[in-house]
């Protein structure tokens, strides 16, 4: 293994910079080291193994059954791969995320909404079964070959180190806000001895009345139309 590690460090140091990734493109190494094993690369993702192919030795396992298994290496056993590739300049997006300018917004969520970056890395936190397409809301900011971002978040697939950030791509609270000024009671009172509606929800042992007036009606001017 070390004599392999060697002639890849040889090879890769006299063909310095024949790699070329896109300069928002994940840490390579990192994520190897930090999120594996486990961490992998889509199938959509161009054949590793077909870029590094006349770096290797001979003996070398191909990189992208390695990558897709969610197999890492140790530190120190393994060059570190971020050296010898090359992050393009930022106005080549060949093959790269279009990440929008900051304060572009194209794409506007309610104040209301979760962080989008801390619930992808939350293992606890569900994508909504009915949440609108998120795939179509970031399509002309992601590359042809990234996976489908719904999948990933139904998944719970964590956002790899060094990936643009998400909640970047969007903007909040444009737009009349659907959530009503607190204190303004837009659906009058209910009885003091009404339950708790928060604590209701989340109370697995707390039946919803059959008779109950129609919550939907009530609230249907602060819901978006998806939920």
């Known amino acids: 293994a070390t004599t392999a590690a060697?002639?890849?460090l040889l090879a890769a140091t006299l063909a310095s910079g024949a790699i070329t990734v896109c300069h928002l493109h994940p840490a390579i190494h990192a994520n190897l080291l930090e999120n594996g094993p486990g961490y992998t690369i889509p199938a959509s993702h161009p054949s590793v193994h077909a870029q590094w192919a006349h770096l290797l030795p001979g003996d070398h396992d191909n990189i992208d059954d390695l990558l897709r298994r969610g197999e890492t290496y140790e530190a120190g056993d393994h060059p570190n791969v971020d050296d010898y590739i090359t992050r393009r300049l930022p106005a080549d997006t060949a093959g790269c995320y279009n990440v929008p300018p900051p304060g572009s917004c194209p794409t506007n969520i309610s104040n209301s909404h979760a962080n989008i970056d801390t619930a992808m890395n939350d293992a606890s936190v569900a994508y909504p079964p009915d949440h609108?397409?998120?795939q179509t809301l970031l399509a002309q900011w992601i590359p042809a070959?990234?996976?489908?971002?719904d999948d990933l978040m139904r998944r719970k697939v964590p956002l790899p180190l060094g990936h643009p950030s998400v909640e970047a791509m969007v903007c909040r609270g444009h737009g009349p806000?659907?959530?009503p000024a607190a204190g303004t009671c837009p659906n009058g009172y209910v009885s003091p001895a009404h339950v708790g509606l928060d604590a209701a929800a989340n109370d697995p042992n707390l039946a919803y009345p059959a008779g109950h007036p129609s919550v939907q009606a009530m609230w249907a001017a602060y819901v978006p139309a998806w939920h």
């Open 145 to 149: 070959w990234h996976p489908n971002v």
């Open 177 to 179: 806000s659907r959530i």
């Open 132 to 134: 609108p397409p998120a």
């Open 6 to 8: 060697a002639t890849l």
